[in-house]
């Protein structure tokens, strides 16, 4: 069907073939009228005379419509063409869990737990609605950019009250992951996919299944008659706990298995508690001038790597997380001394995790005081505090829209960005608003204000829009590239600085009036930059790369490059200290105006996407899945 490429069938122009499986083959698409990317699978041209098999593929597009959850992929709707029919759906940037246990041979405890725990909650949820899903394993389960677990094909699943379609003694699955009684070609239920999800855990530990061979025979015989190997014994890393999990989520009788999705996350709940108090990994680069400040002890790094390991975890490359400055002339002065010790680490007992109740990631943060703030993120997500960030309310948009970045001025004036060429604006912070199209297709990333009047906002395909007047009208700067934009910062009135992808440079020295490109420093994306004075400013990016320039970005030193996961936000402090913060449940931290770094790993797939830091010093982090840390 590599035929349909380049063609429109409705408002769907087919990109890019995704994949192809025993149904069907995938493609990705982009919806014309609502300027997004979409999954599109159509049934494989051979079946397409099956009424069965046309009844089963309508089936799942019926099923999966029905379910809404963070952590299953959504169906948009269903088009049929002459004779193609076609599920359109999410479109997930990332990876499927059996490449990443593939890549990776095997996935640590931590890792492990933190995707099992979010499949659970899909699959609890789809449960709670009536619906088995009956075929879970590694392949079905995609991790996008952001750490965020997706379960996909439902192609088999079956409602509870549905009575016709599948005959029973069917064996339906993957013999690697099929619970006994699936085997037996006996009644399934709910029990059956706590099976499956037993047995991707323990993949995930141990790079194969349980019952691994060849033989279709052997495998069978271990699902019905044999007992797991204990995974301690294995690996002596491993807590006796975890064996305990493993065993009774694979129970050949259902009945003593855990008796529901929300049992199994609490028993993994417990291994979280055993990670935060055995984490003590942390990684230390050698100062190259010590007259800075001294670093000895990172003891208190454990408190933050056990909230950490509390909140989310996750994000394999990186593709999202932007940074707000804090108010537009006073950002670069802040009262940050108390989360310091004399002897310059970070005391992350200052830190705080802010309830949110939230599981979309959060992507961007601003306060115009001390108490009013909002925090935009995935999903058309707006959150408000009023108390500093004690509570948080959210405010509902007519957008299917994720939401990138927001600014505000104490006076109301508003500009809130999407990743579907589009930005609201407000003049009495967003009680009302008007919504702009920027003509073209772009993803818009990131809104940044020089001063009260001069802003400027950058986005994909080289795109900078300019206003002079607050916002009141906006134009199109010419840019010599067709590149991704990510961050934009200006060390004086006059010179800035715009990184991008494959570590594209672009310096203006008339305001923001002309950009040129400058020699690139690296071939991978550039995500973040911050100035903190004329002279001296800092670059990090995807490559967990971070370069420093003494001579307004003349020049640029690298002074990190062995941190080997994405960096998505990077601020200075004042003119010694400055954080960063990435992937996988990365916090970094320099005491010598960014020379040297100290980095804590918590080796777990978690993302923290953002920092904002407030006039008072209060510094904001935020993440994947409603995290928001606070820390005074």
Same mark, same amino acid.
């Given at each position: 069907?590599?035929?349909?490429?380049?063609?429109?069938i409705?408002?769907?122009?087919?990109?890019?073939?995704?994949?192809?499986?025993?149904?069907?083959?995938?493609y %990705?698409?982009?919806?014309i009228?609502l300027? =997004?990317?979409v999954a599109?699978?159509i049934?494989?041209?051979?079946?397409?005379?099956?009424p069965?098999?046309i $009844?089963?593929?309508?089936?799942e597009?019926?099923?999966?419509?029905?379910?809404s959850?963070?952590?299953?992929?959504?169906?948009?709707?269903?088009?049929?063409?002459?004779?193609?029919l076609?599920?359109v759906?999410e479109?997930?940037?990332?990876e499927?869990?059996?490449?990443?246990?593939?890549?990776?041979?095997?996935?640590n405890?931590?890792?492990?737990v933190?995707?099992?725990?979010?499949v659970?909650?899909?699959?609890?949820?789809?449960?709670? =609605?009536?619906?088995?899903?009956?075929?879970?394993k590694?392949?079905?389960?995609?991790?996008?950019t952001e750490?965020?677990?997706?379960?996909?094909?439902f192609?088999?699943?079956?409602?509870?009250?549905?009575?016709?379609?599948?005959k029973?003694?069917?064996?339906? #699955?993957?013999?690697?992951?099929?619970?006994?009684?699936?085997?037996?070609g006996?009644?399934?239920t709910?029990?059956?996919?706590?099976?499956s999800l #037993?047995?991707?855990?323990?993949?995930?530990?141990?790079?194969?299944?349980?019952?691994?061979?060849d033989?279709?025979?052997?495998?069978?015989?271990?699902?019905l008659k044999k007992?797991v190997?204990?995974?301690?014994?294995l690996?002596?890393?491993?807590p006796?706990?975890?064996?305990? !999990?493993i065993k009774?989520?694979?129970?050949?009788?259902?009945?003593e298995r855990?008796?529901?999705?929300? $049992?199994?996350?609490e028993?993994?709940?417990?291994i979280?508690?055993?990670?935060?108090?055995?984490?003590?990994?942390?990684?230390?680069?050698?100062?190259?001038?010590?007259?800075?400040?001294r670093m000895?002890?990172?003891a208190?790094?454990?408190?933050?790597i056990?909230?950490?390991?509390a909140?989310?975890?996750?994000?394999?490359?990186?593709?999202?997380g932007?940074?707000?400055?804090?108010?537009?002339?006073e950002f670069k002065?802040?009262?940050?001394?108390?989360?310091?010790?004399?002897?310059?680490?970070i005391?992350?007992?200052?830190?705080?995790?802010?309830?949110?109740?939230?599981t979309?990631?959060i992507?961007?943060l601003?306060?115009?005081?001390?108490?009013? &703030?909002?925090a !935009?993120?995935?999903?058309?997500?707006?959150?408000e505090?009023?108390?500093?960030?004690?509570?948080?309310?959210?405010k509902?948009?007519?957008?299917?829209s994720?939401?990138?970045?927001i600014v505000m001025?104490?006076? &109301?004036?508003?500009?809130?960005l999407?990743?579907?060429?589009?930005?609201l604006?407000?003049?009495?912070?967003?009680?009302?608003?008007e919504r702009?199209?920027?003509? #073209?297709?772009?993803?818009l990333?990131?809104?940044?204000?020089?001063d009260?009047?001069?802003?400027?906002?950058?986005?994909?395909?080289?795109?900078?829009?300019?206003?002079?007047?607050?916002?009141?009208?906006?134009?199109?700067?010419d840019?010599?590239t067709?590149?991704?934009?990510?961050d934009?910062?200006?060390?004086?009135?006059?010179e800035g600085?715009?990184?991008?992808?494959?570590g594209?440079?672009?310096?203006?020295t008339?305001?923001g009036?002309?950009?040129?490109s400058s020699?690139?420093?690296t071939?991978?994306?550039? %995500?973040?930059?911050?100035?903190?004075?004329?002279d001296?400013?800092?670059?990090? &990016?995807g490559?967990?790369?971070?370069?420093?320039?003494?001579?307004?970005?003349?020049s640029?030193i690298? !002074?990190?490059?062995?941190?080997?996961?994405?960096i998505?936000?990077? %601020?200075?402090?004042?003119?010694?200290?400055a954080?960063?913060?990435?992937?996988?449940?990365l916090?970094?931290?320099?005491?010598?105006?960014?020379?040297?770094?100290?980095?804590?790993?918590?080796?777990?797939?978690?993302?923290?996407?953002?920092?904002?830091?407030t006039?008072?010093?209060?510094?904001?982090?935020?993440?994947?899945n409603?995290?928001?840390?606070?820390?005074?």
């Open positions: 069907m590599s035929e349909l490429i380049g063609k429109i409705e408002n769907y122009k087919f990109i890019s073939l995704l994949g192809k499986g025993g149904m069907g083959v995938v %990705k698409a982009q919806d009228k300027e =997004r990317y599109i699978k049934l494989s041209s051979h079946l397409i005379d099956s069965r098999l $009844e089963r593929f309508k089936i597009a019926k099923n999966q419509a029905k379910l959850h963070p952590n299953i992929v959504t169906v948009y709707g269903f088009i049929e063409y002459k004779n193609l076609g599920i759906m479109y997930v940037e990332g499927s869990l059996d490449k990443i246990v593939y890549k990776n041979k095997r996935l405890l931590g890792d492990s933190y995707i099992l725990k979010q659970l909650s899909g699959i609890g949820y789809a449960h709670s =609605r009536g619906f088995i899903h009956r075929d879970i590694p392949s079905n389960i995609i991790l996008n750490g965020v677990a997706k379960i996909m094909d192609g088999i699943s079956k409602s509870l009250f549905q009575t016709s379609f599948t029973t003694g069917a064996k339906i #699955g993957t013999i690697y992951y099929m619970s006994p009684e699936q085997i037996r006996q009644q399934v709910h029990h059956s996919d706590i099976y #037993g047995c991707t855990l323990f993949e995930m530990l141990n790079g194969n299944p349980p019952f691994d061979s033989s279709e025979y052997e495998v069978m015989e271990g699902h007992d190997p204990k995974l301690s014994k690996y002596p890393e491993l006796e706990n975890i064996d305990d !999990v009774t989520s694979l129970q050949k009788n259902p009945n855990f008796q529901s999705c929300e $049992e199994f996350i028993s993994l709940r417990k979280d508690k055993l990670i935060a108090l055995s984490q003590t990994t942390v990684l230390k680069r050698k100062k190259k001038n010590p007259k800075y400040v000895y002890s990172i208190a790094f454990i408190g933050f056990g909230v950490l390991l909140l989310s975890y996750f994000a394999f490359y990186q593709v999202d932007l940074f707000k400055s804090g108010k537009i002339n002065r802040y009262s940050i001394q108390s989360i310091f010790t004399n002897e310059g680490e005391n992350f007992s200052k830190f705080q995790k802010l309830e949110t109740n939230i979309h990631s992507n961007s601003y306060f115009i005081n001390e108490n009013r &703030g909002v !935009v993120g995935d999903s058309s997500l707006f959150l505090t009023f108390d500093g960030g004690n509570t948080w309310q959210q509902k948009f007519e957008s299917s994720n939401f990138n970045d001025f104490d006076n &109301g004036t508003a500009f809130l999407t990743d579907s060429s589009t930005f604006t407000s003049n009495n912070f967003f009680e009302t608003y702009f199209e920027v003509t #073209g297709n772009y993803s990333m990131r809104v940044y204000f020089k009260p009047l001069t802003g400027f906002i950058i986005g994909s395909r080289g795109l900078v829009l300019k206003t002079d007047n607050m916002g009141k009208n906006w134009y199109k700067i840019t010599p067709d590149k991704i934009l990510f934009i910062s200006f060390n004086d009135d006059e600085i715009i990184v991008g992808w494959d594209l440079i672009l310096k203006s008339d305001n009036v002309n950009w040129n020699e690139s420093i071939r991978k994306y550039l %995500k973040s930059i911050d100035f903190i004075n004329n001296l400013g800092l670059v990090s &990016g490559g967990g790369e971070i370069f420093r320039t003494f001579d307004a970005g003349s640029w690298p !002074v990190a490059k062995d941190i080997l996961v994405p998505q936000r990077i %601020k200075f402090l004042d003119e010694e200290k954080i960063a913060v990435g992937n996988r449940g916090f970094i931290y320099s005491g010598d105006a960014g020379l040297t770094w100290q980095v804590v790993d918590t080796k777990s797939f978690a993302n923290l996407t953002n920092i904002f830091i006039e008072a010093g209060k510094i904001f982090i935020t993440g994947v409603g995290t928001i840390l606070r820390a005074e």
